[in-house]
C-alpha cells in the first residue's frame, strides 16, 4: 500500500514537472536545440573538427555568447561585447533573447561532455603545467567547470580550440585582460600544447 501510494506521488509529481517544463520552453526548447545537431552535435555532443560541445555549458555563458554572435553587425566595426564568427553570427540572429534563454537552460541540463580528441600526448604533458601555472584559475577543473564567464574547454576539438586562441590573438575577439596578461608570456608552441592538454581531458 506504503509503496503504490509512492508510486502516485511520484506520477503526480512527473505529470507537474512535464506540465510545467511544457509551459516555460522546455519541449521547445529541445526542439530549437535539436536544430544545432547538425554541427554541435546529438544533445550537444560535437563530433568535430570545427564545431565545440554545448552540452554542459553554463546558461549565463551560453546566453552571453549567442548574444554576442548576435550582436556582431556586418561590417559595421565592433559592438564591445561582440564576438567574432564564421557561421554563428548568422544562426543566432535567427533567435529571440527569450529563446536563446531557453536553448541555455536545456544546454545547460545536460552532462559536460569530454570527446576523445586525437591530440600529442607529449604535447599535453607540457601542457599541463602551463595550465596549472596560467589557466586554472579561471578554467577550472582542467576546463571542465562550466562558470558563468567562460565555456567549456575540456575534451573540446583541437582545431576549434585553435581558432578560438587566434581570434583572442588577433585581437578580432576581446581577450579578457587577466588572461591576456597570462598569453603574452607564452610562445606559440606552448599555447599549442596548452591546447593540447584541454583537448586531452577525458
Ligand atoms: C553550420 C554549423 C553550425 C550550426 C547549425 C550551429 N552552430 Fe553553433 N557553432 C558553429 C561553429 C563553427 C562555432 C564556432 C564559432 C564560429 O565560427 O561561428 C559555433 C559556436 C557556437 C557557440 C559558442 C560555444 C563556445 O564554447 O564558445 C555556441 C553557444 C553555439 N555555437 C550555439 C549554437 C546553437 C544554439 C545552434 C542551434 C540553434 C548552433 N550553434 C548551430 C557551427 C554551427
Ligand atoms: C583571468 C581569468 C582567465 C585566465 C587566467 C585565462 N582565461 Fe581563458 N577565458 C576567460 C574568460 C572570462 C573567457 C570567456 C571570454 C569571453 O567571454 O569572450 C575565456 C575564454 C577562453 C577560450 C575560448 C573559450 C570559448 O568558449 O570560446 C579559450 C580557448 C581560453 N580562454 C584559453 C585560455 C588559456 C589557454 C589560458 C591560459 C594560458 C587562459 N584561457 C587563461 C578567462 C581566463
Known amino acids: 500500500m506504503g509503496c503504490t501510494k509512492k508510486a502516485l506521488v511520484a506520477l503526480i509529481g512527473s505529470i507537474f514537472v512535464a506540465g510545467a517544463s511544457s509551459a516555460l520552453a522546455g519541449p521547445s526548447a529541445k526542439a530549437m ?12 555532443q560535437s563530433v568535430g573538427p570545427a564545431s565545440p560541445n554545448l552540452a554542459g555549458m ?3 555563458y551560453f546566453v552571453e555568447s549567442m548574444k554576442g554572435f548576435k550582436a556582431l553587425p556586418k561590417d559595421a566595426g565592433h559592438a564591445e561585447d561582440a564576438r567574432p564568427a564564421t557561421i554563428m553570427n548568422r544562426i543566432a540572429k535567427g533567435y529571440s533573447d527569450e529563446q536563446i534563454e531557453a536553448m541555455g ?3 545547460a541540463g545536460l552532462g559536460v561532455y569530454k ?3 586525437p591530440h600529442d600526448a607529449a604535447k599535453a ?3 599541463a603545467e602551463i595550465y596549472d601555472k596560467g589557466c586554472a584559475k579561471c578554467h577550472d577543473e582542467g576546463g571542465a567547470l562550466a562558470s558563468d564567464d567562460a565555456g567549456i574547454l575540456a575534451g573540446q576539438w583541437l582545431p576549434w580550440l585553435e ?3 587566434q581570434d583572442f590573438q588577433s585581437g ?3 581577450m579578457p585582460k587577466k588572461m591576456k596578461k597570462q598569453v ?4 606559440d608552441a606552448e599555447i599549442e600544447a596548452v591546447l593540447h592538454y584541454f583537448a586531452s581531458q577525458k
Open 105 to 107: 537552460e536545456y544546454f
Open 184 to 187: 603574452e608570456k607564452l610562445s
Open 172 to 174: 578580432h575577439r576581446e
Open 33 to 44: 536545440a535539436d536544430t544545432c545537431a547538425g554541427c554541435h552535435g546529438t544533445n550537444g
Open 163 to 165: 581558432y578560438s586562441m
Open 125 to 127: 604533458k607540457t601542457g
Open 58 to 60: 553554463s546558461a549565463a
Open 115 to 117: 570527446a576523445s580528441v
